[in-house]
């Protein structure tokens, strides 16, 4: 006797693993056809999926590669969400360490009145 595999609609594993904060963002995800299913794209989030497959998506900057291990009963706290999936993602770019200094402070601080009725003197003199 062969047991049918445990399957789920897609823009609900999505979101019961937490990777999308709502189910209609993870819907509208895969609706514009931006996730991908065992490397087919899909355009229905009714699709439906089970342990075994890869899917591999747009989340912000980065490409998301992802193997689901599990179906998931329900949308859990985010330490139960990670047991869902196998993050296949490639790691991410390092960040440069070089820091440009905050643009424009001296150092002196807010203008004092003085110094302000002498910047809006040669304000109006480039106007007129």
């Known amino acids: 006797m062969n047991s049918p595999r445990p399957t789920i609609r897609l823009d609900k594993w999505l979101w019961h693993a937490r990777l999308f904060k709502t189910r209609t ?14 490397g087919n794209k899909v355009a229905k989030a009714a699709v439906t999926v089970g342990p075994g497959d890869t899917l591999t998506f747009a989340q912000g900057r980065d490409i998301r590669v992802i193997e689901i291990a599990e179906i998931g009963a329900r949308r859990g706290p985010a330490p139960e969400a990670q047991l869902l999936y196998i993050d296949r993602s490639p790691p991410p770019e390092p960040k440069p360490d070089y820091v440009p200094p905050a643009p424009g402070f001296e150092g002196k601080g807010r203008p004092t009145k003085k110094t302000r009725r002498s910047l809006d003197l040669s304000r109006r003199s480039h106007l007129e």
């Open 25 to 38: 963002l993870a819907a509208k995800q895969v609706t514009a056809g931006s996730v991908r299913v065992n």
